[in-house]
């Protein structure tokens, strides 16, 4: 990696840094203002400050902020806010900052919901706030790995190990085949990658559930809605905040590969006479070259020599101050990982700065600027090491890799060599520039503009040298650049009313304009025949094998309203709707509309629950409402051409044929409609605080590849058809068992489902009169089908039913040819045939999921500890549905097979003949419990830091992937083992705060 290139950059950040909030902290005003604040650092609209003893008074603006003319006698101000605690406050000629905190005996902190923030006693819809403290305990990039099991209804899958790489995030099951990715809005701008924010910068995490929170950002949020709220300055002093951590990671995994040894013995079990149980002579089943590595104790352990430990670095530093007009958060990050696999790795520099600037009375700004820049590092080959036979000389007796570790003759690459022989590297420059201003008409009324831009390049380039695999024999080399550009751009207008009623009705609005466009461009370049290999891909080429361009938009307008009432603190009602225009769908059907409705009742308000002692805080919420989803290629509802050059009287001319899919200008928008039943408690004081969900969406008008007729010229298209649903049951528990000034026990449960099955396809019968099923391709190119009643993931396979043993009536069975130790399967239909119509459907997706959390204090001591536990579900292994492994003929994954000697009842036995029913033996259970985080912290005393300057310092150590508990044999019980290996680690970090 680069470091250089990067540290240069950091060092003029942190300067630039520095010099900004030194001149924002030097300005000073004497005038009485202030600023109210949650304790998480969230402005306070509508909080009252009253003048001690008198009736003057005023309220907070929507930034919090308030201006307050007094008597010259007065000392103190009065600061109240419902479910926070009342407080008097000294008068001052310096602006205030004042922090409230929230009434122990309510559920009422403020948090972040679509346009705006209100107090959780007020959330009528299903929101879940994430405690960022313990999410950011494990170290790294990848934010989505941050969310795993902190919130319930929230499913995060491993999508990519590798460093820089991301995981997958679900919210209440899959309701689409156009992909389930979350809307990410940070800083109330949409962010198209979650990693794109640093951990170190975020505040505050709000995750979106249902129709009723997620309606008012409409055509994006089908399936779910995440808001991240990060750091802003804080009226006050310069503070200087560093976070620095190491990591060193190894490979986790629950599988062995056969040795050596056990790898001949495996292809001598698969030789075999069945008959008679002799076994062949060597040299009759091995070659010349393998039986030389036998006999001299010749072997690779291929696992060993690809894989490593690996070093991971953090260094993190934040400056923020400011005035009653001026604030100001600025930070620069700097991480580098090293993986675990050679020549893979990931850089990446941050800088940040979020100003907030007050104009004048009525007018205020705010500035956020988000830029990074980063390098990802890929290994050159498909992690196939796991196949290489072990009889192998990776090296010669010089200790020079050997091209071909299995002899002449033999086509398998030394994986080693190809690593050497390569280059990828994938780029990536980032600009994020968000500017919004506020104009407050009266106290009651403003008006919002909220700009965003982004600009993202992407290069990558790939080289494989004329001694790489894919770059000899005549090639001289072979370069593939690819150059991604991505340009965004929002313009929102937004009007909020909190319309002045009395202490019994409570009425707001809010309005918003916004007008979107996203736009990609994309060259693809692919070159061979470089004189030499030391430019590498920036070398010039003697033949162009291709160049292909790719321009994609999508633009969004929308129109949208919310409207919010309460009475008597009671009862809360919100009614949302939406309206999208998307350009991706044909001109009858661009616009979508989506309304909800959500309804609360704060049952412990009532006269019959006042005086309880059991119960502090009840609310029943319900909500309906519907959120739509356009993920459909941008020109998928016009018929396009491909480029087809010809030739014609001896010269090439450019040429176009229609594309291979066909147009369907009927395409509309997929619509799910959710229904949510949920009640948050507090009981015995809040020792137990919580809430429990049901929930049921149904999404219509599924968006659906289907197979054409080829005398139609076209192959496929796509069209609106059936219905998906999903419902499920989420429970979190949150208790503090010991609350003591020296030491604090807490516990956190988290509980989901999810019910996954399409409820309706397109409503043709099959010959037996039963709904036709559809297939599918997801995104690992695997074929799935579609069928009534059954979930969308699935597996589509015979039953396996164990192993045949010795003295099984196999004659008279549906496998009559079996042999003791083959896989024995289920003859559902029982006709005592094997066909398509004895497969099963098996689900993928897990029964349930959940997490226990735990938090000790003592004293200056803090230990955190996170379990995480998925039960149920099902993954088919591609190492155990191939049979080469049980032939002998290359390696595999070690498992305990049958022999007559040791009959296995789960496990066949090894066969010169490919084995029949492997991919039904290969669907496995892959639940899992895992220690996920493990985390012990010491605070230094405040009496020994104060002496030498700083507000606070804490050295910790994390733990992470400590053990995992699985019966699925990969790396990973997620992915499987030809995926990048998922890693355990070890972290040693500091704090320091100034």
Same mark, same amino acid.
């Given at each position: 990696?680069?470091?250089?290139?990067?540290?240069?950059?950091?060092?003029?950040?942190?300067?630039?840094?520095?010099?900004?909030?030194?001149?924002?902290?030097?300005?000073?005003?004497?005038?009485?203002?202030?600023?109210?604040?949650?304790?998480?650092? *969230?402005?306070?609209?509508?909080?009252?400050?009253?003048?001690?003893?008198?009736?003057?008074?005023?309220?907070?603006?929507?930034?919090?902020?308030?201006?307050?003319?007094?008597?010259?006698?007065?000392?103190?101000?009065?600061?109240?806010?419902? @479910?926070?605690?009342?407080?008097?406050?000294?008068?001052?000629?310096?602006?205030?900052?004042?922090?409230?905190?929230?009434?122990?005996?309510?559920?009422?902190?403020?948090?972040?919901?679509?346009?705006?923030?209100?107090?959780?006693?007020?959330?009528?819809?299903?929101?879940?706030?994430?405690?960022?403290?313990?999410?950011?305990?494990?170290?790294?990039?990848?934010?989505?790995?941050?969310?795993?099991?902190?919130?319930?209804?929230?499913?995060?899958?491993?999508?990519?190990?590798? $460093?820089?790489?991301?995981?997958?995030?679900?919210?209440?099951?899959?309701?689409?085949?156009?992909?389930?990715?979350?809307?990410?809005?940070?800083?109330?701008?949409?962010?198209?990658?979650?990693?794109?924010?640093?951990?170190?910068?975020?505040?505050?995490?709000?995750?979106?559930?249902?129709?009723?929170?997620?309606?008012?950002?409409?055509?994006?949020?089908?399936?779910?809605?995440? %808001?991240?709220?990060?750091?802003?300055?804080?009226?006050?002093?310069?503070?200087?905040?560093?976070? !620095?951590?190491?990591?060193?990671?190894?490979?986790?995994?629950?599988?062995?590969?056969?040795?050596?040894?056990?790898?001949? +013995?495996?292809?001598?079990?698969?030789?075999?006479?069945?008959?008679?149980?002799?076994?062949?002579?060597?040299?009759?089943?091995?070659?010349?070259?393998?039986?030389?590595?036998?006999?001299? @104790?010749?072997?690779?352990?291929?696992?060993?020599?690809?894989?490593?430990?690996? /070093?991971?670095?953090?260094?993190?530093?934040?400056?923020?101050?400011?005035?009653?007009?001026?604030?100001?958060?600025?930070?620069?990050?700097?991480?580098?990982?090293?993986?675990?696999?050679?020549?893979?790795?990931?850089?990446?520099?941050?800088?940040?700065?979020?100003?907030?600037?007050?104009?004048?009375?009525?007018?205020?700004?705010?500035?956020?600027?988000?830029?990074?820049?980063?390098?990802?590092?890929?290994?050159?080959?498909? %992690?196939?090491? *796991?196949?290489?036979?072990?009889?192998?000389?990776?090296?010669?007796?010089?200790?020079?890799?050997?091209?071909?570790?299995?002899?002449?003759?033999?086509?398998?690459?030394?994986?080693?060599?190809?690593?050497? /022989?390569?280059?990828?590297?994938?780029?990536?420059?980032?600009?994020?520039?968000?500017?919004?201003?506020?104009?407050?008409?009266?106290?009651?009324?403003?008006?919002?503009?909220?700009?965003?831009?982004?600009?993202?390049?992407?290069?990558?380039?790939?080289?494989?040298?004329?001694?790489?695999?894919?770059?000899?024999? !005549?090639?001289?080399?072979?370069?593939?650049?690819?150059?991604?550009?991505?340009?965004?751009?929002?313009?929102?207008?937004?009007?909020?009313? +909190?319309?002045?009623?009395?202490?019994?009705?409570?009425?707001?609005?809010?309005?918003?304009?916004?007008?979107?466009?996203?736009?990609?461009?994309?060259?693809?370049?692919?070159?061979?025949?470089?004189?030499?290999?030391?430019?590498?891909?920036?070398?010039?080429?003697?033949?162009?094998?291709?160049?292909?361009?790719?321009?994609?938009?999508?633009?969004?307008?929308?129109?949208?309203?919310?409207?919010?009432?309460?009475?008597?603190?009671?009862?809360?009602?919100?009614?949302?709707?939406?309206?999208? @225009?998307?350009?991706?769908?044909?001109?009858?059907?661009?616009?979508?509309?989506?309304?909800?409705?959500?309804?609360?009742?704060?049952?412990? /308000?009532?006269?019959? %629950?006042?005086?309880?002692?059991?119960?502090?805080?009840?609310?029943?919420?319900?909500?309906?409402?519907?959120?739509?989803?356009?993920?459909?290629?941008?020109?998928?509802?016009? @018929?396009?051409?491909?480029?087809?050059?010809?030739?014609?009287?001896?010269?090439t001319s450019g040429g176009f044929l229609a594309s291979s899919r066909l147009p369907n200008p009927d395409l509309k928008w997929e619509t799910t409609y959710t229904f949510n039943l949920g009640l948050d408690f507090g009981l015995f004081n809040n020792l137990f605080t919580g809430s429990v969900e049901y929930y049921k969406a149904n999404t219509v008008d599924f968006l659906l590849d289907r197979i054409v007729p080829g005398i139609t010229g076209y192959s496929v298209t796509r069209f609106n058809?059936?219905?998906?649903?999903?419902?499920?049951?989420?429970?979190?528990?949150?208790?503090?068992?010991?609350?003591?000034?020296?030491?604090?026990?807490?516990?956190?449960?988290?509980?989901?489902?999810?019910?996954?099955?399409?409820?309706?396809?397109?409503?043709?019968?099959?010959?037996?009169?039963?709904?036709?099923?559809?297939?599918?391709?997801?995104?690992?190119?695997?074929?799935?089908?579609?069928?009534?009643?059954?979930?969308?993931?699935?597996?589509?396979?015979?039953?396996?039913?164990?192993?045949?043993?010795?003295?099984?009536?196999?004659?008279?069975?549906?496998?009559?040819?079996?042999?003791?130790?083959?896989?024995?399967?289920?003859?559902?239909?029982?006709?005592?045939?094997?066909?398509?119509?004895?497969?099963?459907?098996?689900?993928?997706? $897990?029964?349930?999921?959940?997490?226990?959390?735990?938090?000790?204090?003592?004293?200056?001591?803090?230990?955190?500890?996170?379990?995480? *536990?998925?039960?149920?579900?099902?993954?088919?292994?591609?190492?155990?549905?191939? !049979?080469?492994?049980?032939?002998?003929?290359?390696?595999?994954?070690?498992? $305990?097979?049958?022999? $007559?000697?040791?009959?296995s009842t789960q496990y066949p036995r090894p066969r010169q003949e490919t084995a029949e029913n492997l991919y039904a033996f290969a669907v496995r259970d892959a639940s899992y419990s895992r220690l996920r985080t493990l985390t012990l912290g010491y605070n230094i005393p405040q009496s020994f830091i104060n002496k030498v300057g700083m507000e606070s310092a804490k050295i910790y150590g994390t733990a992470t992937n400590l053990f995992t508990i699985t019966d699925y044999r990969s790396y990973s019980?997620?992915?499987?083992?030809?995926?990048?290996?998922?890693?355990?680690?070890?972290?040693?970090?500091?704090?320091?705060?100034?």
């Amino acid at each position: 990696m680069k470091q250089n290139y990067f540290q240069k950059k950091v060092k003029i950040l942190l300067a630039f840094t520095l010099l900004i909030s030194a001149v924002v902290c030097a300005q000073s005003k004497k005038t009485i203002t202030g600023t109210v604040f949650s304790e998480d650092n *969230i402005p306070m609209p509508g909080a009252t400050i009253l003048e001690k003893n008198t009736n003057n008074g005023t309220y907070t603006d929507f930034n919090g902020e308030f201006i307050l003319d007094i008597s010259t006698q007065s000392t103190y101000l009065v600061v109240s806010f419902v @479910g926070y605690q009342t407080q008097e406050v000294v008068v001052s000629d310096t602006p205030l900052a004042i922090y409230l905190k929230p009434d122990l005996n309510t559920l009422n902190e403020v948090v972040v919901i679509g346009y705006g923030t209100q107090r959780k006693s007020d959330i009528v819809g299903s929101v879940t706030s994430v405690a960022v403290d313990e999410a950011t305990a494990i170290p790294t990039t990848n934010v989505s790995e941050m969310l795993r099991g902190r919130a319930a209804g929230v499913q995060v899958n491993l999508g990519d190990a590798r $460093p820089g790489g991301d995981s997958n995030i679900l919210i209440r099951g899959k309701v689409s085949l156009l992909g389930n990715d979350p809307l990410i809005i940070v800083d109330g701008v949409p962010y198209d990658n979650i990693n794109n924010v640093s951990p170190e910068d975020i505040a505050s995490i709000e995750v979106l559930k249902d129709a009723s929170s997620q309606a008012i950002y409409g055509a994006r949020a089908a399936n779910g809605v995440i %808001l991240i709220t990060t750091k802003r300055g804080k009226e006050g002093k310069m503070a200087i905040n560093y976070h !620095g951590y190491t990591t060193i990671q190894r490979v986790t995994k629950n599988f062995d590969l056969y040795t050596a040894t056990e790898f001949a +013995d495996l292809r001598r079990e698969a030789h075999r006479d069945r008959i008679t149980g002799e076994y062949l002579d060597d040299s009759t089943i091995f070659n010349d070259f393998e039986l030389e590595s036998i006999a001299t @104790g010749r072997y690779a352990d291929w696992e060993d020599l690809l894989l490593e430990n690996a /070093e991971l670095i953090s260094h993190s530093l934040s400056v923020s101050g400011g005035t009653s007009s001026t604030k100001v958060y600025s930070s620069i990050n700097y991480f580098n990982q090293d993986g675990i696999v050679p020549t893979s790795g990931f850089e990446r520099g941050t800088f940040k700065i979020n100003v907030d600037q007050k104009i004048s009375d009525k007018l205020s700004l705010q500035t956020n600027i988000n830029y990074q820049l980063s390098q990802q590092d890929l290994e050159s080959n498909s %992690l196939n090491y *796991i196949s290489i036979s072990p009889l192998a000389k990776p090296f010669d007796d010089e200790g020079n890799l050997i091209k071909e570790p299995l002899g002449s003759g033999n086509t398998t690459i030394n994986p080693l060599w190809n690593n050497r /022989e390569s280059i990828n590297e994938v780029k990536t420059n980032l600009t994020d520039i968000n500017i919004k201003g506020t104009y407050d008409f009266t106290p009651s009324f403003s008006y919002t503009l909220n700009t965003f831009l982004r600009n993202r390049n992407t290069q990558q380039g790939i080289y494989r040298s004329s001694l790489h695999s894919d770059g000899d024999e !005549g090639v001289d080399g072979r370069a593939i650049l690819q150059s991604k550009f991505f340009k965004e751009f929002l313009i929102e207008n937004i009007f909020t009313y +909190d319309v002045p009623l009395n202490e019994t009705h409570k009425l707001d609005f809010t309005g918003v304009n916004a007008v979107s466009e996203r736009r990609t461009t994309e060259t693809v370049t692919e070159k061979i025949g470089f004189p030499n290999d030391n430019l590498g891909y920036n070398g010039t080429a003697t033949e162009i094998l291709s160049n292909e361009r790719d321009v994609n938009r999508r633009r969004l307008v929308s129109f949208l309203g919310r409207l919010r009432y309460g009475l008597a603190d009671k009862y809360l009602l919100t009614l949302t709707a939406r309206a999208d @225009g998307s350009s991706v769908f044909a001109e009858d059907n661009k616009w979508g509309f989506f309304p909800a409705a959500a309804f609360a009742w704060k049952i412990h /308000e009532e006269n019959f %629950l006042k005086d309880s002692e059991t119960i502090d805080q009840m609310k029943l919420r319900v909500s309906y409402g519907a959120t739509g989803n356009e993920g459909i290629n941008s020109k998928e509802s016009l @018929g396009v051409a491909d480029d087809l050059p010809y030739v014609f009287g001896g010269v090439t001319s450019g040429g176009f044929l229609a594309s291979s899919r066909l147009p369907n200008p009927d395409l509309k928008w997929e619509t799910t409609y959710t229904f949510n039943l949920g009640l948050d408690f507090g009981l015995f004081n809040n020792l137990f605080t919580g809430s429990v969900e049901y929930y049921k969406a149904n999404t219509v008008d599924f968006l659906l590849d289907r197979i054409v007729p080829g005398i139609t010229g076209y192959s496929v298209t796509r069209f609106n058809v059936g219905e998906v649903e999903n419902k499920g049951f989420e429970a979190t528990l949150n208790t503090n068992i010991i609350n003591k000034e020296d030491f604090n026990w807490s516990v956190g449960l988290t509980f989901s489902t999810n019910d996954n099955k399409v409820v309706e396809l397109t409503g043709e019968l099959d010959e037996d009169g039963n709904p036709l099923e559809l297939t599918y391709l997801d995104d690992d190119n695997q074929t799935h089908y579609l069928a009534v009643g059954q979930p969308i993931n699935n597996i589509y396979q015979r039953k396996f039913d164990g192993i045949w043993q010795e003295g099984d009536d196999i004659a008279n069975s549906a496998q009559p040819t079996a042999l003791p130790g083959d896989v024995r399967v289920v003859d559902v239909n029982g006709d005592g045939e094997l066909t398509i119509d004895d497969n099963v459907y098996i689900s993928e997706d $897990p029964d349930w999921y959940g997490t226990i959390t735990t938090t000790l204090k003592f004293r200056n001591f803090e230990l955190l500890a996170d379990f995480y *536990i998925v039960e149920g579900p099902k993954k088919l292994n591609p190492f155990l549905a191939n !049979g080469e492994p049980l032939k002998g003929a290359i390696n595999g994954i070690k498992i $305990p097979y049958y022999t $007559p000697e040791n009959p296995s009842t789960q496990y066949p036995r090894p066969r010169q003949e490919t084995a029949e029913n492997l991919y039904a033996f290969a669907v496995r259970d892959a639940s899992y419990s895992r220690l996920r985080t493990l985390t012990l912290g010491y605070n230094i005393p405040q009496s020994f830091i104060n002496k030498v300057g700083m507000e606070s310092a804490k050295i910790y150590g994390t733990a992470t992937n400590l053990f995992t508990i699985t019966d699925y044999r990969s790396y990973s019980p997620e992915n499987n083992a030809s995926a990048y290996p998922d890693a355990k680690g070890l972290t040693f970090g500091v704090k320091l705060g100034f």
